[in-house]
Every structure is written in structure tokens, then in C-alpha cells.
């Protein structure tokens, strides 16, 4: 088909843009010279998103695809020509074929293009994103300029003046996405020379993630050796992310250039660069410091590696290796992850082999799932009339609003309605702790991306223009508060604070051998669900009903039909499945789902809103980031006496679940220690952000980090294993928590025990210390975690489900609860409760959503508790209806399920039954300070190493081992499962996602190019879970855990692994002791606090010479993530490319 | 438009449909006007990649004809000439599963599966064009891709069995009474890396 294509040029013509496919290469400069300014568009990963999120236009866009010269590739002994229009795939793909073919001499340069290549962009983008377009979009972060540039290849352009050749060199970059390259000339091929005898040459890169993330820093460096001698003839350095452009370190190459390659020039060259590569303190994209750092331990490595080439060629006699080592070439980092051991539990002895209970089932819908057969909300087909609904949000951190002006905005072709406050029948608030939310802003504004009002139209793209120009009239209202810091010294907060103590810590202090006091920060955590807030409103236009399809934790027809003043009989829930949810999914989809529910009502029509990924991370929150500070007293044998914690949460701008938050922290923060004087406070600061909410672990992870920091930080005061403190001061016999309530930690014991034995904790920490002796740069470390973690909702009244299990008259079972299926397998594990107490094959039972007009009143899907309460009013319905049909049984004792269901009928007994399960009555009195909050408890332990490369903080995670006790499992595949991506995302919050706002309190990291969530480069290279054997628990259905959340925390063994490594490194500069280290550990945290000679020769730049003679113990910027600099035109780089000139 | 079935792959031809819709994406087509809401859209920006398709393209100076692409980005202009594989196009439940479908599945791989239409296509246009990768082949074909629910291991292990070291495939939802799901076995695997 493809072959016969006819050759002729495509025109195709849309109301705003006109795109052009020429064939030939006559016709593509014909039409360049007549449209200068038309971009070239192959793979649209650049272009695309310029005009989606930053509303670029062109009038005229070019597509070459089919322009042959674009695709040649030509290989000759001088090196390849390689087309512009070959995406990087085929680059990488031909690149490959060449290392194969031609001597390893002659590919130095085409070896470092693979380096780049193999980290730049996923898969899908390097299918289509160009060589070309790589090169002239000519991104400050390019991974690949600096290697064109840095090794000399060539342009070859066209344009109707004729054709030319363009060194790729300092003067072809200009600036920010600026090349020297006139706007009627097409980029033909680009010219990579194969490299010449004694020429190296290497590239590096440090970025966020280790793929698929735009470099923080990358660099390209090449090396030519006088024949014979290790003196060098040509240097060339370039750099990316330093700078508006690809920049030369020209001055620093020509101070190389002529002499021997040794400490003596590096050393003097490392001076000179920093001197060449200076970042002002407000260079886009922050992080100077670490910027700078990293552009001399680049070129360090480089000098290492080209040691040793002159070493192996026996060059220079002189080089030795002696602390140096040979470990540039010990890439231990590399590599596909390896073994993964996970140990299920065994069914008990007289298991019926019918019964699934116990056995690793699996998920019911993964089969739709996989085959994109199964419907989620945004898949529901558009209904007749349907309205989009999208929100106009605050652009503003504290304002009053003057006027709402919709004119403009009702005058776009489609839009319907604009909905404000005031369209809002009933209730215009929804209250929560006790505390009133507006649905949208009435008169004030609080946060950036508040939501104030909400424009429908016929689609989503009238709806967002209608959106743009709706006009919201402010006056600014003075200081607003960001920080915890300043909600603090303004007294911001949402009350009632929260206070416990068990002992008289005051007292305890003076009795200890030491007092230590410290802090910690742990930034804020994005949900990231991979569905974003989706539902449709259709209202059936009688009697004032409503149905309502959304994707949430807790179907919330109550505050609907408050907002709408209607009774709760009138709107019914459905909730499907969810795309994941994480604690994101409760109130703040209630809220959109309310203003969703107003605009249906009010159009009559049905409402559909999906939020854009940008809007999602802007609108609904986040994880509460915390300022944790410590005061410890302990004795020298590690004995922690007494312990005062604060802790400090930034709610944002209304309460949420804020309050319950701090209480969780609170209830959570000794951990698995028996501390004999404990006292912690807690407040939630209120501040001008988005109000975050919750999210799993609800405060738990930021509670105990802080605990965990804290006996880290008394294990570096005493100078020994933080896991010794751990067990010293673990709780060892039947004992009560500081909130007076009894439990055995038995299991946790065993899980800490069986983690350190799996995990071959003994041989493995000393084979640590051996390696990190025998490596400057490349250290390891390792941390033993445990954790127990309190199930079920203290707020008591929310430990109840109800179901409704219908059973027909084939004998097929219809079930129906509360819970929603969110990726967590609550509808796999109640059909297997259905299928054991029914006595039938799950194969019978059918879950087709979750209903408020089948179950109503349902509590959220939340707290780990999900399984727990549903599966008790699954199991309690199925019990009735299995008596029931106790006499048909009886009558026929041979018979079938099909034949007793069918006699059951006839013989006129109900064969529907409604289940209730009364759950824990569950209590925390906060005057007293004593209460039972929790059913029981979860246990575990998680044992992690990490390798960290202290020149860049790039680290991998090598091995993790984790143990969990979670009872008899109902179903250890799906619970494994739980436990394996909450650890990932535990990863992640503890080493990689931060979230990061403008000095105005703008969030930047709106999207997965800017917000970094763990891929599959992040796993652990060996991860090993095992469950706990010999474990019951008797307050919960058939002796199951929960297992939602408890694991996230354990993702903290790698921060504190980390830590550990950073602590080995810090002894090479020569400091010991406790030292600050905030959450997420990023490359840029851990390189800074490795304090290497480079880090420190950059900040000995910074400070005058007086300070420099001694290395300050350092604490990182107090809060790096608020205030990093970054400049909005750097908030949308994509790493993506595409052929533009 | 008209939109043809041969197979299981989709053809686009173009018509006057473009003017009204233009400038649009795949997805945006595939979802609203084709009604094929298999293939999902996670961020709009090519970083999550729940939005992979696969595009068949014949083009005289590449070898490969076969690759994999973000719906998101890919501009429907763009496309004259190619065929665009989705998932639905490669197994249904009512009909065949594809294997690529039913490993991610059997091996817990898909937990609240947004994301899963997406890894299965990266992994279905990675086979297509290599049908005994390595190890190394795979997770890089899943570089652009994003889950957060599973933590990737159990979708890595479902895929290992398409290496070309693999003998033994063990499912380890096996019934047994004793040690439950020989999941021990897959140590084996590690002769793979």
C-alpha cells in the first residue's frame, strides 16, 4: 500500500491551523522560505505540548515525514551522516550496528551517543522524536548537543540560497531554544566523525531519575593525546543545564590544552571551571549548588576514566591508583533487577480445595483490565446533550474576590453556563472537623488553584477557552503565609492542637547521659493516581433525581444532596472502579463532584468532568508536608529515657482531614520503641497552598520518619548501628502504648528477627564496611526499619459496612458492598469470603460496582480497613442466605447449588439478603490522652541497601528484603502486591517526588515531566517479601490484616540507607556525628551532604576565604523546595524533541 | 473518516472530519470519535505512557516497521499511511487473549490497571519487532511508562517468560494445599540476568 503511495504533497486545512506534508526536499524549502516561521513538526513531542500547555499557536505547521533526504543515512570511513529526520530510536539502532562494526577506537563518540541515548526520554518518545529536532529545539538540558558539540559534528543545512555546512560549536547555540541557524533553513543530516587514535572521549549525566527525566546536569567531554605522550592536543568540554544554552568550557580547556594530563592540570582546571561555569542564584530550575558541584565531579570522572585509558596504554608511568581506585569502572549500578523470592503463606491442613481463601487469586478484572475492556468513569460513552465541565481556579495565594465578570466567557461558541457560588441551591459549604469549606470560593480566595467558579460548554476545549476568559477581579490581601515557619510566627493554625505525654519527659531529661536535639523535613507527596478526578452528573429530569458516575474512595451522595438541598434518596452513587486513589479520592472529589452535581442541576443536563493532570495536581492537594523537631535524652548505652517530639503539618488553605492527620502522627510516633517518657505535640498550620489531604499512610510515614531520624541521630551520637538503638529500645514483652492501650509485640519481634536473618543482616553490614573502605566515591549503606501500624478508624462510628448479596434463580450471585475496587482487589477478596461461605465457586459471583442505592450510608474505602468491614457484611449476608437454604439442602442432599436455589424459589424463601458487620468501637480521648484507637496492629520490618555515587548522589537501590505480618492472608497475591507498591511509593516519597512552588506559592510540578514518581529503574535489584508464618489475628475476618498502608513507611529503609552511605562518605572529609538530611533524599540532598572535595571547593567559592579553612557540618537549605528558583519558562521542558527549525 | 477493520488493526483514511477536529491528537480520536476507550489518557505530555499504541508504518529506508508511540502526542495528520494498533486490537475476553494480555494479568501485574492498556502495548510493539528479548529490552521498552500501584516488579516478572532463557513458566496461582504457589521457582530466573 505504503509503496505505491502516490507522491504528492498532503494540505490539510482546520479552522486555526493549516498542516503541510511535503514530499520532496525542493518543496520543503520552497515552503520554508515562504513561511519562515512555520515549525517543522516530525514527532510533535515538543511542539505538541508548546501549544497544549503553553498555548503556542502557528497558523502553518510543516510535517517532512515523507521528504526521503530527511531519512538517509550515509556511512563513510570519516564517520556517519545521519539524516535529520531519523528519530532516535534509528540513531540509537544504527549507532549500535556501528559499535559492532568498526574498531572500539574509532567509536568513542558514537559509544557516548549511546550513553545518552539509552536515558533520554522513554521509548515511545525516542520512536518519534528526531535527531534533528533534538538538535535545533535547542533546549538548555539537551543531552545530545553537548556530544554533537563537544565532538565536533556537523550540520548540513539547506535553504533556497543553497546548501552549507555548520559546525556544531559554541557559536551555533545563542540561547534558550536559540540556534544560529536562519528561520528558512532545514536541517538536512547531522555528521558524526568516527574518533581518531588518542582520542576519548565520555558522556555524563545527573538528572532526577535515572530515565525518562530531563538532566539537572549532562555533559560531553573530549580528550585528544598527543601521539605517544599523555599530553593533551584537543579538549573540549560542553555542558547542559548550566546555562540558558549547551555552553564550552573554553577557557578551562584552553588551560589544558598543551600540558600533561595529571592531578596537578585537573586540579588547576577544576578552579578554572568554576570560575567559566558561574549560575546566578536565580538560574531557572534552582539548585546552583548543586548545578555547580556537579560540573566538577563530571569532569572528575572524566579525568578518572581517562587515568586509567592513559594507564592501560602505559602512557605515563607516574599514574597510580592508589586512592583513586579503579572504581569508575565498577558500574554496579547498571543492570536489570535481578531475584525476587516472595513466600505466600499455606492454607490450613483441611483447606477444601473448592475454598479460595488463602490462595493468591487473581484480581477479578485483570484479564479486562489488560485488554482495555474495562470501563472506568471517563469511559462511560458521552451522553445525549452532555456538558464539559472545567474550573476557573485562583490565580492568586490570598485575595478578595472584587467581581466574577462571565460575559466574555458565555459569548465563546458553546459554552452554557458559567457556575459561581451563588448557583449553589443548599448547603454552599461542607464541613469537615468541624470546620466550614467553601464548595467554591465566595468571597475570598486562599490558595492558587482555589476554585472559584466553573464554566460548562458543549465539549472540553469550548469549556477551557470559555475558562480562560473568565475575568475574577482581586484585591490582594497582605502576607501570605507558605511555610510552617511563617504559619507558626503568625499563629496559623486550625485548632485544636494536640498534645500526649506518658512519664515526666521534663523530669527524665536531667537524669540522661545525653541530650541531643534535632529536625527534619518531609516534603509534601502528589497522589499521582494514573486516572485523574473523573465523574458524570445526569440528572433524570423527574422527581429531582440523580445519578452519579465518579471515580472515588467514598461515594458521597450525602454532601450532593446537601449542596443541592435535596434529599440523600434522590442521588445515587456508582462507582465502577477507580484508576487509584491513595487518600485522594475522598474529599476532594466529594468537593468537585458537588460542583459538578450544581452545574447538571442547573443546566438540566447531564456534566461531565474529567480533570487535566496539570489542573488535578494543582487542585487537589497532597500529602502534608511536616517539620519534625526532636529533643532526645538517652542514656550511653543507647536506652532512649525520654523523647519530645513537635511536629508541624502544612495543611494548606482549609482544614480537610488536616486534624485527623495530626492526631494519627501523634498516635504513631513511638513507633515500635518503648520510650518510658514520651511527649509529642502536634498542629496542623494553616497556609495560603492548596489544602492537602489524605493520603495513605494518613501521617504516619512523616510521624515515624521523624522517630526513625531521631534514634538515627542518637545511634550517630553514640557511634554505633542505628539498628542497635532500634533493638535496645524496641518493645519487647506485652506493653502499653502512650496512649494506655495493651498489645504484644511478639510479631513485631519475630518480624525483626526474621528480616535480619533473611536479609543476612550480620554478614551483609560487615561486607559494607569492607567495600565503602575500598571505594572513595562509591558508598554503601544500610538500614533495618520496623514498623507497627495501628488498623481501622479511631473515629469509632466509621468502622461499619453493610452489603447485599442477591442470589438468582440460576444460581448466579450478584454482591454488593460499600468498598470501592480501587487497584487494591476488595471485590477479588470479597468474592473469594462469598465463595467460601456460600459454598460455591467464585466463578458464580458477579460484583458489578459499588451502588448507594444498593448499600447506602457506606463509610471510605480508607484506613487499610476496607477488606475488614466489608468482608464482615459480606460474610454476615451469605451467612443468612446459606441457612436459609439450610432445608432445601436437607430436603436434597444430593442435589446442586443450581437445583437448591431453584427449589429455594418455589418453595417461596428469600434469596436476597442484606449483611451489616458492627465493627470496633473505637475511641481516643484526647483530655485523658488514653483511648483505644486501633482494632490491632500490623507489623513489619524492611532491611535496604543502597549504593550511592557520592560525586553526583545518584543512588540504587541494591537489595530489599521485607517481612510482613499480616495475619492469614485472604489473598497473598493481591496483598504482596499492596506491599510491594506501597514500598515503591514509600521509595518515592522518601527519595524522589517533591513537589515544588513558586516564592507566591505557585505549584511548578504539574505533570510526570516536572513531578518525579518511581519507574521501573527504581526498583530494588533483588526484592524479597515474605509474610509472616504462624500469625493470627482475632479481630478481623478470617484472621486476615490489613495491609493498605502500613508498608509506605518502609520505604524509609531506603532513605535511611541512603543516609547511612552519606554518613560513610561524610567520614572521608572528616566529619562525624549527627548531620541533617531532609526528605526526599534527591540526588541533589545527598550530593551536597556527601560533602566530596568538589562540593566543598563550591562552597568555599561562594563564602569569603576567612570561613573556608574549616568544613562546616551542614544543614541544607531550610526548606529548598519552596523557594527553589524556578523560572516558569523552564516549568514545561520537555526532554522530548522534535525536528523544528 | 472511515475507518476499516482488516484484522485487527485499525486504518485511518482521511477526510473532511479533519477540518472540524484539527489540530487533534490520536487518543483524542481513537476515544471520542472511535469510541475505543481502551487506550487511556494519563497526562497529555508523553511522560506516562497509558496512552501507548502501536504504529505500523512501511517506510522504504527503515527496517523496522513496527513501533510503539504516545496517542497523546502522535497528530492524526501525521498518520496518512499508517496502521494504529490498539489494545483492543490484539485480544479480547470474549475472544483470544493475547499473551502479552493474559501474563500481565495472571501475574498480578494489573492492579487498579489505568495503566496497564499502555504497558501491555509497549510490551506487544516490543515483541512484534523482537520476539525473544532480553531482560534489558524490556525494561526499556518501558522506560516512558508510568504504574503506581504495583511497583513494577510483578509485571517484570510476568513479561520474563518472554525472554529467551525461559524453560519453565510456572503460574504461581497453582492450587496447591501445602506451600501455596511454588513461587520459588521463579528463583530460577535469575539465570535470565
Known amino acids: ?1141 | 473518516m472511515t475507518r476499516t477493520t482488516p484484522g485487527s488493526t485499525h486504518c485511518f483514511q482521511h477526510n473532511s472530519w479533519v477540518k472540524s477536529l484539527f489540530p487533534v491528537q490520536l487518543l483524542g480520536q481513537l476515544i471520542v470519535s472511535m469510541g475505543l476507550t481502551g487506550t487511556k489518557l494519563g497526562c497529555a505530555e508523553g511522560g506516562c505512557g497509558a496512552c501507548t499504541v502501536m504504529l505500523s508504518k512501511y517506510q522504504p529506508h527503515l527496517r523496522r516497521v513496527h513501533h510503539s508511540v504516545n496517542g497523546c502526542l502522535a497528530p492524526l495528520c501525521s498518520l496518512h499511511h499508517c496502521a494504529v494498533t490498539t489494545v483492543e486490537g490484539i485480544g479480547s475476553v470474549a475472544g483470544k487473549l493475547h499473551p502479552v494480555q493474559e501474563r500481565i494479568a495472571k501475574s498480578h501485574g494489573s492492579q487498579c490497571g489505568f495503566c496497564t492498556p499502555g504497558i501491555v502495548m509497549s510490551m506487544y510493539a516490543l515483541l512484534r519487532n523482537n520476539p525473544t528479548p532480553r531482560m534489558a529490552d524490556i525494561e526499556e521498552a518501558f522506560q516512558g511508562n508510568l504504574c503506581r500501584c504495583t511497583g513494577y516488579r510483578p509485571i517484570l516478572e510476568g513479561y520474563k517468560t518472554f525472554t529467551k532463557l525461559l524453560v519453565c513458566w510456572l503460574y504461581w496461582s497453582c492450587w496447591s494445599d501445602g506451600f501455596t504457589g511454588a513461587v520459588g521457582l521463579l528463583a530460577l530466573l535469575e539465570l535470565l540476568v
Open chain 1, 1 to 1141: 500500500m505504503a509503496e505505491t503511495e502516490p507522491q504528492v504533497s498532503q494540505l490539510f486545512r482546520g479552522d486555526r491551523m493549516v498542516w503541510v506534508s511535503p514530499v520532496s526536499l525542493e518543496e520543503l524549502i520552497q515552503l520554508k522560505t515562504s513561511h519562515p516561521q512555520a515549525p517543522l513538526v516530525m514527532g510533535n513531542t515538543n511542539i505538541g505540548p508548546d501549544i497544549k500547555f503553553k498555548g503556542a499557536w502557528h497558523p502553518i505547521i510543516i510535517s517532512p515525514t515523507r521528504v526521503q533526504e530527511l531519512f538517509k543515512v550515509t556511512k563513510t570511513p570519516q564517520g556517519v551522516c545521519i539524516g535529520a529526520g531519523c528519530s532516535l530510536s534509528v540513531v540509537k539502532a544504527l549507532l549500535e550496528g556501528l559499535v559492532q562494526e568498526i574498531p572500539e577506537e574509532k567509536t568513542e563518540i558514537y559509544r557516548s551517543l549511546l550513553q545518552q541515548l539509552g536515558n533520554l526520554g522513554g521509548q515511545q518518545i525516542r520512536n518519534v522524536a528526531t535527531i534533528g529536532g533534538n538538535i535545533v529545539s535547542a533546549y538548555p538540558n539537551s543531552d545530545l548537543n553537548p556530544v554533537f558539540a563537544a565532538g565536533n559534528c556537523i550540520l548540513n543545512v539547506a535553504s533556497k540560497r543553497g546548501r552549507q555546512e555548520i559546525l556544531l560549536n559554541k557559536d551555533f547555540f545563542v540561547g534558550f531554544g536559540k540556534t544560529s541557524l536562519k528561520p528558512d533553513e532545514v536541517v538536512l543530516s547531522v555528521f558524526i566523525p568516527v574518533s581518531r587514535q588518542g582520542e576519548f572521549m565520555r558522556a555524563f549525566r545527573q538528572a532526577p531519575r535515572k530515565e525518562n527525566a530531563l538532566a539537572t546536569v549532562t555533559t560531553g567531554m573530549r580528550v585528544m593525546f598527543t601521539e605517544g605522550s599523555s599530553v593533551v592536543k584537543e579538549l573540549s568540554i560542553y555542558y547542559g543545564g548550566v546555562g540558558p544554552c549547551t555552553v564550552s568550557a573554553t577557557k578551562t580547556c584552553a588551560a589544558v590544552i598543551g600540558r600533561k594530563w595529571d592531578e596537578q592540570t585537573l586540579s588547576e582546571a577544576y578552579t578554572q571551571l568554576l570560575d567559566e561555569i558561574s549560575l546566578s542564584p536565580s538560574h531557572p530550575g534552582g539548585q546552583v549548588e548543586f548545578r555547580r558541584s556537579l560540573t566538577l565531579s563530571l569532569l572528575f570522572k572524566f579525568n578518572l576514566q581517562m587515568l586509567h585509558k592513559l594507564w592501560e596504554m602505559c602512557l605515563d608511568p607516574s599514574i597510580t591508583f592508589g586512592l583513586i581506585g579503579l572504581e569508575t569502572n565498577m558500574v554496579t549500578f547498571s543492570g536489570c533487577h535481578k531475584n525476587v523470592w516472595f513466600f505466600f503463606q499455606a492454607v490450613v491442613k483441611d483447606q477444601s480445595g473448592d475454598d479460595p481463601v488463602g490462595r493468591p487469586i487473581m484480581h477479578r478484572s485483570a484479564i479486562s483490565q489488560a485488554t482495555g475492556e474495562a470501563v472506568y468513569c471517563d469511559d462511560i460513552p458521552k451522553m445525549e446533550g452532555e456538558l464539559h465541565l472545567v474550573l476557573v481556579t485562583s490565580t492568586r495565594p490570598h485575595a478578595k474576590i472584587l467581581d466574577i465578570d462571565i460575559s466574555e466567557a458565555l459569548q465563546v461558541p458553546g459554552v452554557v453556563d458559567v457556575i459561581t457560588s451563588k448557583d449553589i441551591p443548599g448547603k454552599k459549604f461542607r464541613t469537615f472537623t468541624g470546620i466550614d469549606e467553601d464548595i467554591l470560593a465566595q468571597n475570598e480566595v486562599s490558595c492558587v488553584g482555589h476554585m472559584v467558579c466553573a464554566v460548562v460548554a458543549d465539549t472540553r476545549n469550548q469549556a477551557k477557552r470559555g475558562a480562560a476568559v473568565v475575568k475574577i477581579g482581586y484585591e490582594d490581601l497582605p502576607g501570605p503565609v507558605f511555610t510552617v515557619e511563617e504559619a507558626i510566627e503568625k499563629q496559623s493554625f486550625f485548632l485544636p492542637k494536640r498534645m500526649i505525654e506518658q512519664g515526666n519527659v521534663d523530669e527524665a531529661f536531667d537524669k540522661v547521659d545525653h541530650i541531643y536535639e534535632g529536625a527534619i523535613r518531609l516534603g509534601g507527596q502528589e497522589h499521582f493516581y494514573m486516572e485523574t478526578q473523573s465523574m458524570v452528573v445526569v440528572p433524570s429530569g423527574e422527581e429531582r433525581e440523580l445519578k452519579v458516575y465518579l471515580s472515588c474512595q467514598h461515594p458521597t451522595y450525602e454532601s450532593i444532596a446537601e449542596t443541592l438541598g435535596i434529599p440523600s434518596n434522590r442521588v445515587s452513587c456508582h462507582v465502577k472502579r477507580v484508576g487509584g486513589a491513595f487518600g485522594g479520592k475522598v474529599t476532594k472529589t466529594s468537593i468537585i463532584a458537588c460542583i459538578t452535581s450544581v452545574a447538571a442541576w442547573k443546566t438540566g443536563r447531564a456534566v461531565r468532568c474529567v480533570l487535566e493532570r496539570g489542573e488535578d495536581m494543582l487542585i487537589t492537594g497532597a500529602r502534608h508536608p511536616v517539620l519534625g523537631k526532636h529533643k532526645v535524652g538517652f542514656m550511653n548505652n543507647g536506652r532512649i529515657m525520654a523523647a519530645d517530639l513537635h511536629y508541624y503539618a502544612n495543611s494548606g488553605n482549609t482544614a480537610d482531614e488536616s486534624l485527623l492527620v495530626i492526631e494519627k502522627i501523634l498516635l504513631h510516633l513511638d513507633n515500635a520503641y518503648n520510650v518510658p517518657n514520651l511527649r509529642g505535640r502536634s498542629v496542623a498550620c494553616k497556609t495560603n497552598l492548596p489544602s492537602n489531604t489524605a493520603f495513605r499512610g494518613f501521617g504516619v510515614p512523616q510521624s515515624m520518619l521523624v522517630t526513625e531520624n531521631m534514634i538515627n541521630d542518637v545511634a550517630m551520637m553514640l557511634g554505633c548501628n542505628a539498628e542497635e538503638i532500634r533493638e535496645i529500645n524496641m518493645y519487647k514483652e506485652v506493653s502499653l502504648t502512650h496512649y494506655k492501650f495493651e498489645f504484644d509485640p511478639k510479631n513485631l519481634l519475630r518480624c525483626w528477627d526474621e528480616c535480619k536473618e533473611k536479609s543476612d543482616y550480620d554478614r551483609r553490614r560487615k561486607s559494607i564496611g569492607q567495600f565503602n573502605q575500598q571505594n572513595r566515591w562509591k558508598k554503601r549503606g544500610m538500614a533495618t526499619i520496623p514498623i507497627k501500624y495501628g488498623i481501622a478508624f479511631s473515629d469509632g462510628f466509621l468502622n461499619q459496612a453493610a452489603s447485599l448479596v442477591h442470589i438468582y434463580k440460576d444460581g448466579s450471585v450478584l454482591v454488593s458492598h460499600g468498598g470501592t475496587e480501587m487497584g487494591q482487589g476488595i471485590h477479588t477478596k470479597m468474592q473469594q469470603v462469598a465463595s467460601r461461605e456460600l459454598h460455591i465457586p467464585a466463578s458464580l459471583i458477579h460484583i458489578t460496582e459499588t451502588n448507594t442505592s444498593a448499600v447506602p450510608n457506606t463509610c471510605p474505602s480508607a484506613a487499610s480497613f476496607g477488606t475488614d468491614a466489608n468482608g464482615m457484611a459480606v460474610k454476615d449476608a451469605c451467612e443468612t442466605l446459606y441457612q436459609r437454604l439450610e432445608p432445601v439442602r436437607k430436603q436434597n442432599p444430593e442435589g446442586t447449588w443450581q437445583i437448591w436455589v431453584n427449589s429455594a424459589f418455589i418453595q417461596k424463601i428469600s434469596l436476597s439478603a442484606t449483611g451489616y458487620y458492627r465493627g470496633h468501637d473505637l475511641h481516643m480521648d484526647w483530655e485523658k490522652q488514653e483511648g483505644q484507637p486501633y482494632a490491632y496492629y500490623t507489623y513489619g520490618a524492611c532491611c535496604s541497601e543502597v549504593e550511592v555515587d557520592c560525586l553526583t548522589g545518584d543512588y540504587r537501590t541494591v537489595r530489599t528484603d521485607i517481612v510482613m505480618d499480616i495475619g492469614r492472608s485472604i489473598n497473598p497475591s493481591v496483598d504482596i502486591g499492596q506491599i510491594e507498591g506501597a514500598f515503591i511509593q514509600g521509595l518515592g516519597l522518601y527519595t524522589m517526588e517533591e513537589l515544588k512552588f513558586s516564592p507566591s506559592g505557585v505549584l511548578y510540578t504539574r505533570g510526570p515531566s516536572q513531578y518525579k514518581i518511581p519507574a521501573v529503574c527504581d526498583i530494588p535489584l533483588q526484592f524479597n517479601v515474605y509474610l509472616l508464618s504462624g500469625s493470627d489475628n482475632p479481630h478481623a475476618i478470617y484472621s486476615s490484616k490489613g495491609i493498605g498502608e502500613p508498608v509506605l513507611f518502609l520505604g524509609s529503609s531506603v532513605f535511611f540507607a541512603i543516609k547511612d552511605a552519606v554518613a560513610a562518605s561524610r567520614v572521608e572529609a572528616g566529619m562525624v556525628g549527627p548531620f541533617t538530611l531532609d526528605s526526599p533524599a534527591t540526588p541533589e540532598r545527598t550530593c551536597l551532604a556527601c560533602n566530596t572535595p568538589f562540593t566543598q571547593k563550591v562552597r568555599r567559592y561562594h563564602q569569603p576565604v576567612s570561613s573556608c579553612s574549616l568544613p562546616q557540618p551542614i544543614t541544607l537549605d531550610p526548606n529548598p523546595s519552596m523557594f527553589a528558583k524556578l523560572n516558569m519558562e523552564f516549568s514545561c521542558c520537555f526532554h522530548l524533541t522534535d525536528l523544528q527549525t
